[in-house]
């Protein structure tokens, strides 16, 4: 887990980077989140520069031992060890290596005391004017609170957690006057997205402080990104646009397309979380402040709504282009061409689109359970056969067993075994059968994101629109110290 500060605006005013990344045991901590955060730090040095602080929790921290994980490219594994882990075990992971991580200077390791230590000693002696921008990359939990869906959690090594609700009451114990830019890319992220309500709580106030954050995910769903993949040029994960978009430069050293939707030569927070949802093809959901903020403060037209010239998702599409800034236009637009919507009743395409997109996910589902009471069966049959060959595999990690994966001759021997039974075929063909099936879920996963995103941005210009016709000034006002924060950026860009 990362966490960065930054601050422009008032030249007496200092960025502060605070970042918390990893993961919460070596096998939960991908080598993509290590990369995230030097990805990160070639930013902060581009826009923020040398002086300014980065301090950074992550993983086990300083330790020594291995808690990293990753898959090295070309690395195979013998199938003797395949076919044992398929059969007794489970082949997720099997071809994973494990190292220490290799940042520099890290602070300590992610647990929620360490960081609190930091609020307490760092956060302390921030000036009014100062900017904390805080980066998150880790993995998330969902909430654990009936009542507040959004008090989601991130996961800390050793399998600690951090609450948004913990998280906010450290925020709110900041100097007067300290500003606070978040990005997170975790599982259910979005729950964080309730930072600008006390305590994370929309039932509460908002908070008396300028606060905006952009995060992968909204609060119930996984975030694209973790993996053990080494090679960075595969990575389609939120931050890795986000930040591309604020550098001018991708992970891989090239140009990033055009993202100054506004025009006017600088490129905003605003603009890279849009760049970020028009570039990924992932099954994040992007979220952010303003949009959260609308979604507690506002409301849709619909056919039960007594007050007239309230926008909804019947509002033809040029009305909600005409009543949109330049940056949401450029969503609604570009998201438009990759999902071929055309005519005025884009808001209730999307709503159908995402509706029957949500039916093809659960059908997959079914048909995976149904798959899977196939595939055990074989399997079942299989290992037990095997089992009465070699006794020694009722405990796969007895001596007996442990020989049949280290003597090459009883590999051959198993190999042969399991490849000449009667219900080797079937079983292969299910093997191959269930990967198609969760390619198709996947798949079918983006295309129901794209929908989402589309659907959301295009509720977000409607609820924005009527703000000011449901709330006094004091929350329009709110909404709008908001928007000013989300189009702030690096004083480098």
């Given amino acids: 887990m990362f966490l960065a500060l930054a601050t422009i605006g008032d030249l007496s005013a200092r960025d502060h980077v605070l970042t918390?990344?990893?993961?919460?045991?070596?096998s939960g901590n991908q080598i993509s989140l290590e990369r995230n955060v030097i990805f990160f730090e070639k930013l902060r040095a581009e826009k923020l520069g040398g002086d300014i602080r980065h301090d950074?929790?992550?993983a086990d921290g300083n330790s020594p031992l291995p808690d990293l994980q990753f898959e090295p490219e070309g690395g195979e594994v013998p199938r003797a060890n395949l076919y044992m882990a398929g059969l007794f075990g489970s082949e997720r992971g099997i071809a994973n290596h494990y190292r220490d991580n290799e940042l520099k200077n890290t602070r300590d390791?992610?647990?929620p005391d360490a960081v609190e230590r930091w609020f307490e000693e760092e956060g302390s002696k921030l000036e009014s004017g100062d900017r904390l921008i805080l980066y998150v990359t880790s993995h998330g939990g969902r909430s654990g609170n009936k009542d507040n869906k959004f008090n989601t959690k991130i996961w800390m090594w050793n399998r600690r957690t951090l609450e948004a609700s913990r998280l906010a009451s450290w925020i709110a114990k900041l100097p007067e006057g300290?500003?606070?830019?978040t990005v997170m890319v975790q599982c259910y992220a979005g729950g964080f997205s309730h930072l600008i309500f006390d305590e994370n709580n929309e039932k509460k106030d908002s908070v008396d402080r300028r606060v905006c954050g952009f995060f992968a995910t909204v609060c119930d769903r996984e975030a694209a990104g973790c993996t053990p993949d080494v090679n960075e040029a595969n990575y389609d994960e939120f931050s890795s646009h986000f930040w591309a978009a604020l550098r001018g430069k991708t992970r891989m050293e090239e140009p990033v397309g055009h993202c100054d939707y506004d025009g006017n030569g600088k490129i905003s927070f605003e603009e890279a979380h849009a760049y970020a949802i028009l570039t990924s093809r992932n099954i994040d959901i992007p979220v952010k402040t303003s949009g959260a903020f609308l979604r507690v403060h506002s409301r849709l037209h619909s056919e039960k709504e007594e007050e007239e010239g309230l926008l909804g998702l019947e509002t033809p599409y040029s009305v909600i282009l005409e009543r949109a800034g330049k940056v949401d236009r450029a969503v609604l637009e570009g998201l438009s061409r990759r999902?071929?919507?055309k005519g005025e009743n884009r808001g209730?395409?999307?709503?159908?689109g995402v509706s029957a997109l949500a039916k093809k996910i659960r059908k997959v589902e079914e048909e995976k359970k149904a798959h899977k009471k196939k595939f055990d069966s074989a399997r079942g049959v299989l290992s037990r056969d095997l089992r009465n060959r070699w006794p020694d595999l009722e405990n796969r990690y007895s001596p007996g067993a442990i020989r049949l994966l280290s003597k090459e001759k009883r590999q051959s021997q198993f190999v042969s075994a399991v490849e000449e039974h009667p219900r080797f075929e079937e079983w292969s063909k299910l093997r191959a059968e269930r990967s198609k099936l969760s390619d198709r879920d996947l798949q079918l996963s983006k295309e129901y994101a794209s929908w989402r995103r589309f659907l959301r941005a295009f509720e977000n210009v409607a609820y924005?629109?009527?703000l000011p016709v449901i709330c006094g000034e004091a929350v329009v006002g709110t909404y709008m110290r908001i928007l000013a924060a989300e189009q702030e950026g690096f004083s480098g860009n």
């Fill in 20 to 26: 918390i990344g990893g993961g919460y045991s070596p």
């Fill in 56 to 58: 950074l929790y992550f």
């Fill in 109 to 111: 390791l992610s647990s």
């Fill in 178 to 181: 300290v500003r606070v830019m």
């Fill in 339 to 341: 999902l071929d919507l």
């Fill in 348 to 352: 209730t395409q999307a709503r159908d």
């Fill in 464 to 466: 924005a629109a009527n």
